[in-house]
């Protein structure tokens, strides 16, 4: 059973930078695509964006200056970086597979806050 | 604001049948596949519905989805308590290089 657990600082001040990684385990990281999603009250659910196992990555537009998503297949690890963040960006953020376009294995999310 | 519509509530008693709609465009769900997530309160999304109908492995058949132009529907038969929950739709939209977009998702209440 494939399980995915995000990692990271659940306070991250204004204009910093947020960073987490979510860990695969009970299955290999290989031949898939990795995604972040994140949700709050103001936004609902938004996709961040995703990572092939082999490096090639995607990102919602609307944050494409700021995100930046990297893979470790050696440690069955992927990471997520967003830039100069604001409180606009606090939210629950999730990891999860996605697998014929659709996200089938989800990690149970962290909450991150953006605060002084 | 979200690409894609769904109606903020829909509710029915034990047993029945409950159907929610998702209305996009001819550049999302016009020219791409469905996906329908359920939330239960304080967990993660699982995804329910992939490719507009096809059911992951343990989805009950009393769930299905369906597609027509640019809209979708998630039709829930046999109404239990445990499915009282959140329903997003989602599908990738070929506007702006690419974007998987959520609907605002629908709160369920089993009455």
């Known amino acids: 059973q494939v399980q995915l657990q995000e990692s990271g600082p659940g306070l991250v001040k204004p204009a910093e930078t947020l960073s987490l990684t979510c860990t695969v385990s009970?299955?290999?990281?290989?031949?898939?695509?990795w995604s972040w999603i994140r949700q709050s009250p103001g936004r609902g659910v938004e996709w961040i964006g995703y990572i092939y196992y082999r490096g090639g990555t995607s990102y919602n537009p609307s944050l494409k200056t700021r995100v930046t998503i990297s893979i470790d297949t050696s440690r069955n690890q992927f990471s997520l970086r967003l830039s100069s963040v604001t409180a606009a960006d606090t939210a629950v953020y999730y990891c999860?597979?996605?697998?014929?376009?659709?996200?089938?294995?989800w990690g149970p999310g962290t909450l991150v806050t953006v605060s002084a | 604001q979200s690409v894609l519509t769904q109606p903020p509530s829909a509710s029915g008693t034990p047993g029945q049948r409950v159907t929610i709609s998702c209305s996009g465009s001819s550049s999302n769900i016009g020219s791409n596949y469905v996906y329908w997530y359920q939330q239960l309160q304080g967990t993660a999304p699982k995804l329910l519905i992939y490719r507009n109908n096809q059911r992951p492995s343990g989805v009950p058949d009393r769930i299905s989805g369906s597609k027509s132009g640019t809209s979708a529907s998630l039709s829930i038969s046999g109404l239990r308590s445990e499915d009282e929950a959140d329903y997003y739709c989602?599908?990738?939209?070929?506007?702006?290089?690419?974007?998987?977009?959520f609907g605002p998702g629908t709160k369920v209440t089993v009455l």
């Open positions: 999860a597979r996605s697998h014929g376009g659709g996200s089938d294995y």
């Open positions: 989602a599908a990738w939209d070929d506007t702006l290089s690419g974007l998987y977009v």
């Open positions: 009970g299955g290999s990281i290989s031949g898939y695509y």
